[in-house]
């Protein structure tokens, strides 16, 4: 059965500061990854989608790797600003059975 | 397009009564899937569906039931609400039945409900 752990739970970091959020999962059948974004109270919003072949995406200030026969992920935020606090989601698709699992999140704080 | 739509926002019940959350999706996307999240217990599948007339269980489908009798459309039905389904759910759509390395879930914004 997939499972998917991130580490850590929680960070606060101060303004500018470089981080990056972790992601594990225990079955490397798996399509892709993404990573997710959640304002409190709000939906989630796709950041990176990585697909099992490749072995890492960027967008903006956001790049996240994979590296699937160890089964982990990196998300690396550069220069993180107060805005980037929320709550950071990894998800896995996996080829055996086609549903999406997700692990239970990292809540960021970014403290100006 | 709208993407995915959920309604209502917020919904507040007393135990034992029924009521359905709504979810559409413009994207004519195959596949459509309900999940709930829970404070320390992540996002869990509750039921998904490949296609119109296809549904499935998911994780903890106890206490719900869904049909899919468009493409659109995939609304998930509270039998009986207890306490324990308070809870935050999401309806997501992805593009095709069995998923790929470029299918990308699209997540509606979530409706709130309470059940007191």
């Known amino acids: 059965k997939q499972e998917v752990t991130q580490i850590p739970a929680a960070l606060s970091v101060p303004e500018g500061e470089n981080l990056v959020l972790n992601c594990s999962f225990t079955d490397s059948a798996i399509y892709n990854l993404q990573w997710f974004r959640q304002d409190p109270g709000k939906g989630l919003t796709s950041l990176l989608l990585?697909?099992?072949?490749?072995r890492e995406q960027t967008s903006g200030r956001l790049n996240a790797s994979l590296d699937k026969s160890s089964g982990r992920s990196t998300l690396y935020i550069a220069a993180s600003q107060p805005g980037d606090s929320a709550t950071y989601l990894c998800?896995?698709?996996?080829?055996?059975?086609?549903?999406?699992?997700f692990g239970q999140g990292t809540t960021l704080q970014v403290k100006p | 397009n709208a993407g995915v739509t959920q309604t209502p926002k917020f919904q507040v019940l007393k135990t034992g009564q029924s009521m359905t959350l709504q979810c559409a999706q413009d994207?004519?996307?195959?596949?459509m899937s309900w999940y709930r999240q829970d404070p320390g217990m992540g996002l869990r599948l509750i039921h998904y569906?490949?296609?119109?007339?296809?549904?499935d269980q998911g994780e903890v489908p106890n206490g719900y039931n869904v049909s899919r009798s468009t493409t659109e459309d995939f609304p998930l039905r509270l039998l009986s609400a207890a306490p324990s389904q308070t809870s935050v759910y999401f309806c997501a759509s992805r593009l095709s039945a069995a998923g790929g390395p470029r299918d990308t879930q699209y997540f509606g914004p979530g409706t709130r409900l309470t059940v007191l």
């Open positions: 994207m004519n996307h195959e596949y």
């Open positions: 569906s490949v296609g119109a007339g296809i549904t």
């Open positions: 990585i697909q099992s072949s490749q």
């Open positions: 998800a896995v698709s996996s080829s055996n059975t086609g549903k999406l699992i």
